[in-house]
């Protein structure tokens, strides 16, 4: 290994490892079949045959690779605020059908094998950590049907490409997998190698609260691992990571005064627009999220913060950090935390090019802000 490597994979505690693996996709066969993040065995779908999936975001994942995802589906989890109101009107202009699509429960909630085999899909498409029962699973394979596990949120610089490419398998779309990943891992790379060479006391505090202002209590936080991930990979050092082993839970805010953090970043969207939160998206001016973000940052404790009176504090779409193409939301937290280093990033600029490129139902209106002054 080159010096700049090692000192590359070291600053980094291995996510540009991580990263650079992901280019084309980590091999999802193991040289005699298909394999899941389980390592299980799975089937490629035989022709005419149709995928369950138990989260709304797969059918993100699924349009970056094929033009007509909806055909594929046996059913969803019709989770729609994972994917934002917009968004889901936007595939059913697209996709007229989408509404008659069976659905099923949604990970996180209680697996119904039962539901899932009224369908009749050929693959259940299942998340990895709240996906069937090892008992469930069996049941479904004992009826014909195959069981993939898969991982964009939960771990996302380690499972994204190889799940990616998995579905690509599964659909005959590798090929297409492979051209996002590509596309991807390099964005990412450029990112990392940068990063690399940041001084561990030149890396800004961030105080990243998501679903602000959805309760009147505070404060939501990463911790160690999904989101929190995100903030150490372009070189933040994510408050909620020093006391939070899960990758999410609560901090004090007297917690949060305390640590004054150099950042800070409110997570929100449609469902914040009842609460008064950060509110962002085709649907909303940018007034209106101008707004919502004040409102956020105007909370006692919260309108104290450095971050805040210094002009750090900024407003993110949680749909687009919890999503495969989330690469757009790492440009983003990294002209927000480095803002001289990566001056050179256009987040919208590869939005547009996603767009264009890969998607069959593009992302329309704004997806981030900065907080302005009054």
Known sequence: MNP??????????GLALLSACGRGGAPSSDGKGLTDLRDRPVRALPPGGKLSIDDGRYLIALSLIHPDPVSLLAAWSGDVNRISPDMYRAFVDRFPTLPDVPRIAQSGQAF??????AAGPATAVVSLGSGPTDAQAAQLEAAGVSVA????FSHPFQNQSRSLALLGDLIGRRAQADAFNTFKAARLDAIAAK????????????????????????CASPGKGNIGD???FVGGRNIGADVLDQPTGKLNLEYVI????????ATGGPHLARAGGFMVGPDFTPDQSQAGLRRVVARPGISTLKAVREGRAHGLSHQLINSPIDVV????????IHPDLFADLDPRATLDEINRRFLAVPYRGDYWADLKAA
């Open 112 to 117: 119904n094998a039962e539901a899932v085999l």
């Open 329 to 336: 939301a790492v440009e983003v937290l990294a002209k927000w």
């Open 195 to 218: 990063v690399a060479a940041i001084p561990e006391d030149r890396r800004p505090t961030v105080f990243l609260e998501p679903h602000a202002m959805i309760s009147p209590d505070c």
């Open 149 to 152: 596990f898969i991982d964009f």
């Open 258 to 265: 305390q640590r004054d953090p150099d950042v800070y970043i």
């Open 230 to 232: 995100y903030i150490a």
């Open 4 to 13: 700049s490597r090692r000192i590359l994979l070291s600053g980094l505690g």
